[in-house]
């Protein structure tokens, strides 16, 4: 990742149409909405159908990642990911429920946030409470991201080689450990 300006990956996703469009023009609208925010698009994964996750829980999802580059910090750009999910109609009312656009942080640069301690409680929380808590402060890396095929396979498009600042592990590395199974049900559009 270029040090000229810092670097993040965002995680996008969308399983419900908006505006008459579906979720792959969602995505690629949301990407140009972020770019007049003071963010560049430095590069953006292909766009993969993903099966719904919890499965069952609505319609399945296109997911993509973008690198991008800002002079904002972590806690200026989560905002700004939250004022695009809004622009596109975005309700948080369940977790991990349907929606129109959701767009995560998914690492910015290589720091851990809030601190170590913090981190690694919402890494190793169990699944029943990861359905019932939700951290009220940004969480960096994405405390799950080393579980799910749908942020990581698409990371692999764009920043293959990105390390883990705590497991160490590249985003390659990180997707061999998961069920083929899964990562097999992430294809691309």
Known sequence: MSKSMPNAVVALGANLDLRGNGPAVTLQNALDALSRHDVVIRSVSRFFATPCFPAGAGPDYVNAAALIATEKSPSQLLQ????????????????????????????????????????????????????????????????????RAFVLVPMADIVPDWRHPVMGRTVCEMIQTLPAVEVAAVTAL
Do not use: K, N
């Open 80 to 147: 700004v990911l939250h004022e695009v999910e809004q622009e596109f109609g975005r309700e948080r009312v369940q977790r991990w429920g349907m929606r129109t656009l959701d767009l995560d942080l998914v690492c910015f640069e290589d720091q851990v946030l809030p601190d170590r301690v913090t981190f690694d409680r919402w890494r190793t929380l169990p699944t029943d409470a990861q359905r019932q808590e939700a951290p009220d402060q940004l969480i960096l890396p994405h405390p799950r991201l080393q579980d």
